[in-house]
């Protein structure tokens, strides 16, 4: 999959998911870029932990992804959505209350990562900031575990189109039975969610026209922690399997 940005490449995105370890280091390592180091040495506690863990994790990502050493991998600077070594792979993060999730692909993607227990008080979010179609549903449903549904895939959506979410979560309308209508025509896009370890992870990304959008699912490996002291040694992955709880086609809405 390395090297190819043809957002149509017929081989479908992955995920790769790592717990986050209790343990912070007194200095960067040494596989970092200048700009990560001087980013981490600015952090401390859970955040600390937290940026330790994804950028350990997108080069496990990125290395199993494009064979490469995972020591040979690492992203652009700044916010991590490319892949600067190997080039032509593209990235989405996201982390929650001690789990990272590091999604690659060829094109354009966007991951969220929710626990689902979260508690909010999603009946006001609705309200506030989701259409009216989709409040009627959802308010009548009347079930926390459908709306961080419904939120992940707004996150998700957003962050594969690359816009924030002040004034864009309606963008992508989530209507009764996850019939999804998006503003962005210009391409056909897919939305994958999966139940694991206590989290709702949802995957949006360009969907090649020629791949049947039921057996065209992600593949979603946890991985072993980082060790201690964060070392690039190829993790392996824990013989896990998750079926998702949706798979569906994000339509132009007219």
Request: charged share 20%.
């Amino acid at each position: 999959m390395a090297g190819q940005s043809n957002d149509c490449n017929p081989d479908p995105p992955a995920i790769w998911l790592c717990h986050q370890i209790n343990r912070e280091l007194p200095g960067a390592p040494s596989w970092m870029t200048p700009g990560e180091a001087g980013t981490l040495s600015g952090l401390d506690g859970a955040r600390h932990r937290e940026f330790l863990a994804s950028r350990w994790l997108i080069r496990q990502a990125l290395a199993q992804a494009s064979g490469q050493a995972p020591a040979a991998c690492y992203p652009v600077e700044g916010r991590p959505t490319a892949s600067a070594s190997p080039k032509g792979l593209h990235l989405s993060l996201s982390h929650s209350r001690g789990l990272t999730a590091c999604a690659v692909g060829p094109g354009a993607l966007g991951i969220d990562l929710e626990p689902s227990q979260r508690s909010s008080d999603w009946a006001r979010v609705t309200r506030r900031w989701f259409s009216a179609v989709e409040q009627e549903w959802l308010l009548k449903a009347n079930d926390p575990f459908q709306f961080l549904k419904v939120w992940t895939l707004k996150e998700a959506w957003l962050k594969a189109t690359g816009r924030g979410i002040a004034g864009n979560l309606q963008t992508l309308e989530v209507r009764k039975n996850f019939e999804l209508y998006g503003d962005r025509p210009d391409r056909q896009w897919q939305a994958s969610c999966v139940y694991a370890d206590g989290f709702l992870v949802t995957l949006v990304y360009p969907r090649c026209g020629g791949k049947d959008p039921v057996t065209a699912w992600p593949g979603i490996r946890l991985l072993e922690p980082p060790p201690d002291d964060y070392t690039l040694a190829p993790s392996p992955s824990l013989e896990l399997n998750w079926e998702p709880l949706f798979h569906r086609l994000i339509r132009a809405r007219q």
